[in-house]
Every structure is written in C-alpha cells, then in structure tokens.
C-alpha cells in the first residue's frame, strides 16, 4: 500500500507523452545540405543535417574557426543565410580570415557576442539555416553566477543554444578548444547534448590535418577525412597515403611504410624510430603519435623474444605527418622501425608491414587484409609483410606480393634484420 506521502508525489507527475506503436512512427526524412568540403561532408554521413547539432574540437591553431568559416562560405553560395558567432575574435578578424580565404559572399552575417541568451535571441530573429559559436568556451549564460569558461557556464550555454538549434531547424556548429592534455576544457561535458563530435588533429609544424568523428547520431563514426591548410584555407587531400609518405627518406634505417586503416579507409604512413646509445641509467623512450605504454611493450619483446638489445638504448618513435595512430595493426611496423634503426638497416624500399604483436612475439591476424594491401600496390609498393593469419581466405592482391609471419623472429627474417 501506498502511503499518503507517496500518493501525493504520483499525483504531481506531469502528463505523460503517450505511447504509439513504432511502426505508426513516421521516420522523417533528413535533409542534408554540402558544406563544399567533400571531405567534411563525409565525416559528418554525406552533408550538414538541418537541425543538428555538431561539436568541433582540437588544439588551438589547428583550424577550426578557418574549417567552419569556409563551411559558411559554402552554404551562403548555396544562398543560405549564416551566422558567425565570434566570441574569441573580432568581426573584424573574422573578416581579414574570410578575405584571406578568398569569401565574398553577402550571405554570412558576423557578430561579436558572449551572451548565450543573446545569441540565442539573434539565432530566433535573424532565422540562418545555420550558426557557428566560435567558441563555446567564451559564452556565458545570466542563469548561472560562475565565471564564464566554468564547465557549468559552457554547458548552460551550450543547452540554450541547442535547444533553440533543434526547436528551429538549425544546424549549429559548436567550436571547442582541447587542452594539449586532451581534456576538452568543458566541451568534453557537451558531447552527449550534440548529435555530432568531430576531432580535429595533427600537429601545428606540419600542414595535414585529420578530422575524425567521434560521434554522429547521422552517419558512421569510421570516417575520417584529411585535409591540407594552405595559403587560403584548408583544401582536401584525396591521396592521403601519397600526402603522408610525401617526405619519406630512401634507404634509411628506422623507416617502415604501414598499411593503416583509418576509418574505413587504408591509408599508409611512416613509422619512425629512432634507437641510439643512452648514456641514462633509466633509457629514454619517447613515442609521439602511437602510445608509449604499447611501444615499451614492443620493447620488451624485441628484447626477449628476437635478443635485439635496447636496455641501454634510447628509442624514439614518430608518426610522419603529424597523424595519430590507435590501431593495433601498427605493432609490427613499430616493431620492424625499431629493429631496423638498432641494427642499422634499411627495410626494403617497396615493402609495408601491417599486424599485432602479442606478447609472446607471435603476430596475431588483423582485419581488412585485402582492403590494405590493395592500397599498398595502388601507391606502387610490391611487398607486404603481414600476419600469417591474415593470409588464410585473402585472395590475390595483383602487383604485391603477401608474405605471412608468424612471430616477430619471423619478421625480423623476412627483412634480413635477426
Ligand atoms: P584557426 O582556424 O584560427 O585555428 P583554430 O580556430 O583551431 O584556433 O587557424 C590557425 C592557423 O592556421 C594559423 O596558425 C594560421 C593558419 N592558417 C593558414 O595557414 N592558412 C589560412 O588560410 C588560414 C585562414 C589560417
Ligand atoms: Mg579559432
């Protein structure tokens, strides 16, 4: 039995939304419009969906605002209306960007404004098919007493604005700053309000830029796409695996071409290594673009399983062009880079590797063989070591030949480094 005090709190549950059959459901049609960046409109499922709403993250510098101005740039062509909201530059900035990105067009309207409740006024009277907030972390909104930038104050704001997003028909990009730690200072918190999460990397020395989406409530989260940002803006890289290997040195020790997947897409990069005579008791290992824990990994079992002495070595490992690299497939590229550098060695020129390494240095099956292996030969590569594993039900990849091994002794055969 219910008591009274029970009874009491039912009686004040708001009426319910009622119940249909799901099939009586209509699905509503998405309408997706070009952002004129083919690449970004891959990422986020085939074109910016009306209404949704879609967080860009990454480092400061690494080109947000000149990827979501040249977003507005397109869609005002389209004769769509535009706001930029400017919270961290001036107009007037915004305009000397525009003008470097070569944009004249009428349809993007520019403000400089912090205020949540004022933006979202401007968004309900002005009605753009979509608005940029550049950035999320200098808006601030009445209803809370905190300094702007709180992680309170960011997803206040951010609510008010997706509310009125979503209500409107909107698309909304909402611009965020990663810290170099990866913690989206505050933006990270917004990513279950928004329908999209893009992630913007690479580093600011070199000119590739990778976006990956995180999220999408419209469309795979597989995809990745690879821009360039030139002179004016970022323009899109078709060939990444020629833009990543653009620079690769010939014939020299500690350089491995991996056959990568990126998303869905197979993309080759060079893996880095570096291995030179410490003179620190405790030998420095540095890995940028792969983790360190996995690297220290593959150091050990280079040591105990192929007797390749790195103890009082130092070993440094870099991912070429910037790119980040997640995939347990890169191990025996990491491992043959390694190998190659402490013997002093060059792999062959027209080889790629691709595989895991366990920890008893066998090379464990990866997934997508065939799919890398026809990007190696498409980019003129003739060779690919790759898990034994991965050979069993792999058809013939013409112009590349497929060598299976299956422990890292066995690589280190096949390249003539053990
Ligand atoms: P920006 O879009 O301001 O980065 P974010 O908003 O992520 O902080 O771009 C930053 C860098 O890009 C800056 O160092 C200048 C450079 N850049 C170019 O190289 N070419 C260009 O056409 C533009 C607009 C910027
Ligand atoms: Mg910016």
Redesign the pocket.
């Known amino acids: 039995m219910p008591t009274a005090r029970e009874r009491g709190r039912r009686a004040s549950v708001p009426q319910a939304a009622a119940p249909r059959p799901l099939a009586s459901v209509a699905a509503g049609e998405t309408i997706r419009r070009s952002t004129g960046l083919g690449e970004l409109d891959r990422v986020l499922g085939g074109g910016l969906v009306q209404g949704s709403v879609v967080l860009v993250g ?12 040249q977003a507005c740039g397109a869609l005002a062509r389209q004769g769509l209306p535009v706001l930029y909201v400017a919270g ?1 530059e001036s107009p007037e900035q915004v305009r000397l ?1 525009a003008d ?2 070569g944009m004249a067009e009428d349809g993007v309207l520019v403000v400089g404004e912090t205020s949540a409740e004022a933006v979202a006024e401007l968004v309900a009277t002005t009605r753009p098919a979509a608005v940029v907030v ?2 999320v972390q200098t808006l601030h909104t009445a209803a809370l007493g905190s300094a702007p930038g709180s992680v309170g104050q960011v997803r206040e704001s951010a609510a008010l604005l997706v509310g009125v997003a979503k209500a409107q028909g909107i698309a909304c990009f909402l ?1 965020g ?1 990663v810290t170099k730690e990866g913690t989206l200072a505050g933006p990270r918190v917004l990513e279950h309000m928004v329908d999209t999460v893009l992630y ?1 990397e690479g580093d ?1 020395a070199h ?1 590739l830029r990778v976006l990956r989406a995180a999220k999408n409530r419209f469309g795979s989260t597989n995809e990745v796409a690879v821009f360039e ?6 323009t899109e890289v078709t060939n990444p695996s020629a833009a990543f290997l653009a620079e690769r040195p010939v014939d020299a020790p500690g350089s491995a071409v991996l056959a990568s997947l990126e998303g869905s897409r197979p993309v080759l990069v060079e893996i880095q290594a570096l291995v030179s005579r410490s003179g620190l008791a405790l030998p420095r290992r540095t890995a940028i673009g792969v983790d360190a824990g996995r690297v220290a990994l593959l150091i050990a079992v280079l040591e105990k399983r192929a007797r390749v002495q790195l103890y009082d070595q130092d070993v440094f490992l870099n991912v070429a062009g910037g790119l980040s690299i997640g995939e347990p497939a890169a191990d025996l590229a990491i491992v043959a880079a390694v190998a190659s550098s402490a013997r002093g060695r060059p792999l062959p020129g027209d080889s790629v590797v691709f595989g895991e390494v366990g920890l008893t240095g066998e090379v464990r099956a990866v997934g997508r063989a065939e799919v890398r292996l026809r990007e190696a030969a498409r980019q003129g590569f003739r060779r690919c070591v790759l898990p034994a594993g991965s050979l069993r039900g792999l058809g013939r990849v013409p112009d590349v030949d497929a060598e299976g091994v299956a422990s890292v002794g066995d690589l280190l055969r096949v390249l003539e480094l053990a």
């Open positions: 990454g480092d400061p510098g690494i080109g947000k605002s000149t990827l979501a101005l961290e960007r470097r990105l550049d950035s611009i700053h913007f600011g000119a940002m030139g002179e004016a803006g970022l």
